[in-house]
Each structure stands twice: as structure tokens, then as C-alpha cells.
């Protein structure tokens, strides 16, 4: 049997028109050689200009009201799934050159044809 996936990856690359940089911390960044806690570790960038898509569908819509601001936007990341993201990662997305959203992701959600992953920070929205 043929497997389909390496098509559907293809496919899905055509919509990754954004570009993203992501930053971690490195193993035991926020301690030092003698076991204290250093508080201004400095992420290392571990991927830059990976193609990827932001996806902002999904919106906290409360009760429409005078008052009402649906402002929190629920952005999710897309991109090939060859890319080792953890939950905790700093993400800076570009579309055109501009940065358009930043934040720490959550965890990963692996599928076959993608990684998925929601931005935890609500900075932005």
C-alpha cells in the first residue's frame, strides 16, 4: 500500500506563507556550576525562517452586549512536522517581513502530515 502522506505534506507546504524563529532555553540555563539559580537565562534561537502558518480562527466570543470585546484571539501555529517544537518554546512569527505574533507555544500536537501548537501568551490579542 501506498502511503499518501509525503503528497498531503507537499500540499500542506504551499499554505505556509509565514516564516517563524524559535528560541529555548538550553539544558540547565537557569543554573550554574555550583547548583544556584541564574534568573536571566538567555534563549538560543534553534530554528530560524522555518515556513509555517499562523492561524487566528478561533475567537473567545462572549455574549454580544454594549459592552462586549471578544479581544482574545486563539492563534495556532502549522508547520512541517520534521520540527522539534516543545511546549515552552519562544515563537516570533513574520508574514511579509513583519512580525505578526509572538509568544510561548504549548504542547505540540503531532499529526502526520503537520505539527499544530497554540500560543499560551495572550499579549497580543
Sequence with gaps: MVSILPNVSKILALMY?????????P????????GAVIVNAEPEIIYAGIPCRLSLG??????????ANPAEVRPVIICRPNIRLASGDFVRVLRNGEIIYSGHIGR????????QVQFLDKENS
Design 27 to 34: 539544558e540547565n540555563a537557569g543554573i550554574d556550576e555550583n
Design 58 to 67: 478561533a475567537k473567545d466570543t462572549p455574549d454580544m452586549s454594549d459592552d
Design 108 to 115: 505540540p500536537n503531532p499529526y502526520g502530515s503537520s505539527i
Design 17 to 25: 506563507t509565514d516564516v517563524m524563529t524559535v528560541s529555548r532555553l
